[in-house]
């Protein structure tokens, strides 16, 4: 087990990003947005897709494509620039704000609110 996660982790992101996953329909930026980080203060792992759903919901940055993560544990906030390149963490952080902001069209909500 640990030698299959060092071997995934070796895996560069097109690697990962397999044809199986585009064959279920899974999209790239989705993909991307659900990845783990580690947190550089407390050191313990989290996903970044459930980060902004749940920490970073109230903030307005968060539709507007904050580059910025915060630990589920601890709340530090840290750049994404840490862990992707900026072209990457542009481009992630637009997709999630896009996605967060079309569930509050659907539902009516607005972060702050």
Aim: one cysteine or more; a positive charge.
């Amino acid at each position: 087990m640990l030698d299959e996660k060092r071997y995934i982790d070796d895996l560069k992101r097109d690697e990962r990003y397999s044809f199986e996953l585009q064959r279920k329909g899974v999209n790239k930026s989705f993909y991307d947005a659900n990845r783990m980080l580690l947190c550089p203060e407390c050191g313990k792992s989290f996903n970044l897709f459930y980060s902004r759903a749940k920490i970073c919901a109230g903030c307005p940055s968060l539709i507007r494509g904050c580059e910025r993560a915060c630990c589920t544990h601890c709340h530090t906030e840290f750049p994404l620039t840490n862990f992707m390149s900026k072209s990457a963490t542009r481009t992630t952080s637009n997709y999630i704000g896009s996605v967060i902001k079309r569930y509050h069209s659907t539902f009516g909500e607005r972060p702050g609110q």
